[in-house]
């Protein structure tokens, strides 16, 4: 069995002091860093880009998992892993060449992401799985934090499951939206190997506590 991996958005992050933030949640046990991308366009919403990315690397050791929200994003490729990105992950639909920029990623040395809205079926990237290491499913609607989690979309966990088993791959399973600690366990339960969670880790009192309860659902 895979190891369960917490991943903190910084988007609830206080950007006042993001610094203290991202390292209090690598001191409270996070995998990874969840940087969400947005441009106001493929979402309605816009956060912040590779600047930001680049001063949070600055801060800590574990691997910076991005997240692009964003209309073409094989034109920021280059950017975003000169800025220290680990992983890129990228929306299918946004792609109008998803082996291609998947490629791309690989080429530039990250590790490679294909993400889907609530709405969007696995079909649409399932004959690419071999060149991804993650899939990250969307438990809510892509576009901001602190929205209810969908567990309709846990069924394209399973199905991802089965498919991973029946091809013989090896890509992690990822969730982004609503993540508390009862989705957590729900999620967990389906298959899922990497929980992002921005509202939960960093609305709490005590980073370490709420990342430890998020890893509690491997058990239950
Ligand atoms: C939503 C983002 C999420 C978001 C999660 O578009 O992709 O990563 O930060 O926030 P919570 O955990 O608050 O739902
Ligand atoms: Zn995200």
């Known amino acids: 069995m895979r190891k369960l991996e917490i991943a903190p958005s910084i988007l609830a992050a206080d950007f006042r002091i993001l610094e203290r933030e991202v390292k209090a949640a690598e001191a409270g046990g ?55 990105a680990d992983n890129i992950t990228v929306h299918a639909d946004a792609c109008a060449d ?40 969307m438990s809510v609607f892509a576009g901001f934090g602190g929205q209810a989690f969908m567990s309709e979309t ?10 991973r088993e029946r091809r013989q791959l090896d890509f992690s399973i990822e969730i982004d939206g609503g993540i508390n600690k009862t989705t957590a366990a729900e999620s967990v339960g389906s298959g899922v190997d990497i929980l992002v969670a921005g509202s939960y880790v960093f609305g709490g009192d005590d980073y370490a506590v709420r990342i430890r309860e998020l890893r509690d659902g491997e058990r239950s």
């Open 30 to 84: 996070a995998d990874r860093i969840h940087c969400d991308i947005m441009d106001g366009v493929f979402v309605p919403n816009m956060s912040f880009g590779p600047m930001v990315v680049e001063a949070v690397k600055k801060c800590v050791a574990i691997p910076l998992d991005v997240h692009l929200m964003i209309v073409e994003p094989h034109k920021y490729i280059g950017a975003f892993r000169d800025a220290g």
């Open 154 to 163: 846990l069924e394209k966990v399973r199905e991802l499951v089965l498919l």
């Open 98 to 137: 998803l082996p291609g920029t998947l490629d791309g990623i690989h080429a530039g040395g990250a590790q490679a992401g294909v993400c889907v809205n609530p709405d969007k079926p696995v079909s649409l990237f399932e004959q690419h799985l071999d060149k991804v290491d993650l899939v990250l499913i």
